[in-house]
């Protein structure tokens, strides 16, 4: 059973759960940016999804920025996307007729049948999921693209052929999405931090990012990390430190630059450049991060102990 990609939009890669206990290597986890829309996206296939700390990287599925995917599938195929909204059309080879299909729920792509995700309305990344996930070779654990150093499947492109695993690790549980967890789509956005290993390195500490008037996304972000920009620039916090030890972090360290603004660490992002670490979102903070556009404000306020 095979998924052919007739056109992978502005970039589509490959992700799972990601790579496991390698970042002291330098190594970054990789794997799905947005964690939750990933895991709705394979538990409505009925694809078992590995906790946030198992090693086991869990099925391959697609991530997908803005929208344009096409592919087509060579066999029947259950399939689900979720994550960014916007519609999405199914051009049916056997009756030709093309229909919509929803996001946040499964559905039997026929043999020769196309499917289109459009350009999303809300948020950025999409997340296309097959029951049994794609068969693709694990480099390092896990068959997650690592855009910044190359480790692990290229980037798709067309004409692409995905080959699709047998139906080992489903389940029969089809999951119901959660209508609370797509509230990322609405912005501006709050999201809750905890102090960083080094939040005494800026005049303030967490408090200098809290009671900011927010932070604008830029345009040069990427799955490397989010870089935000003050909304006032007389806010932009300073840092203290002239200089540290590199060292490994996570996706979701909020790292503090000489410029005045902060960067988030993604899933490929690598050690910290020397530069702090003066807060750390949780999971849900970091999907919600995932799934910001440029130009989108987010806030931060202090998580409850």
């Known amino acids: 059973m095979t998924l ?6 502005i970039q ?11 970042a002291r290597y330098g190594v970054p986890r990789s794997g799905a940016f947005d964690r939750g829309s990933y895991t709705r996206a394979n538990q409505l296939v009925g694809n078992d999804v590995p906790n946030e700390f198992a090693s086991d990287s869990g099925p391959a599925s697609i991530e997908t920025i803005f929208g344009g995917l096409r592919v087509q599938a060579h066999r029947d195929l259950i399939v689900a996307v979720t994550g960014a909204t ?4 199914v051009l049916d080879h056997d009756a030709d007729d093309k229909h919509f299909v929803p996001r946040e729920a499964a559905f039997t792509l026929t043999r020769g049948s196309r499917l289109h995700v459009a350009p999303a309305e809300t948020g950025l990344r999409s997340y296309l999921a097959v029951r049994g996930g794609f068969g693709i070779a694990a480099i390092l654990g896990s068959r997650s ?5 190359g480790i692990g499947p290229a980037k798709l492109a067309k004409r692409h052929i995905l080959e699709i695993s047998p139906d080992t690790g489903v389940n029969n549980h089809i999951s119901q999405p959660n209508v609370e967890a797509l509230t990322w789509a609405t912005y501006d956005q709050t999201i809750p931090i905890r102090p960083g290993s080094h939040a005494n390195l800026i005049d303030g500490g967490i408090s200098a990012l809290t009671e900011s008037d927010g932070w604008t996304v830029s345009p040069t972000s990427g799955r490397n990390g989010v870089r935000l920009a003050p909304r006032v620039l007389t806010q932009r916090p300073r840092v203290t430190a002239d200089q540290l030890s590199s060292e490994p972090t996570l996706c979701g360290a909020i790292q503090a630059l000489p410029s005045g603004e902060l960067v988030v660490l993604g899933p490929d992002g690598p050690t910290t450049g020397g530069y702090p670490v003066v807060a750390v979102l949780d999971r849900a903070g ?11 404000v987010l806030r931060f306020t202090a998580a409850p102990d």
């Open 4 to 9: 052919e990609v007739l056109n992978p939009g």
């Open 12 to 22: 589509s890669i490959i992700c799972d759960a990601g790579r496991f206990g390698l």
């Open 86 to 89: 916007g519609p999405m059309t």
């Open 145 to 149: 693209t690592d855009t910044n150093s």
């Open 286 to 296: 970091v999907d919600v991060v995932a799934q910001a556009r440029p130009g989108a």
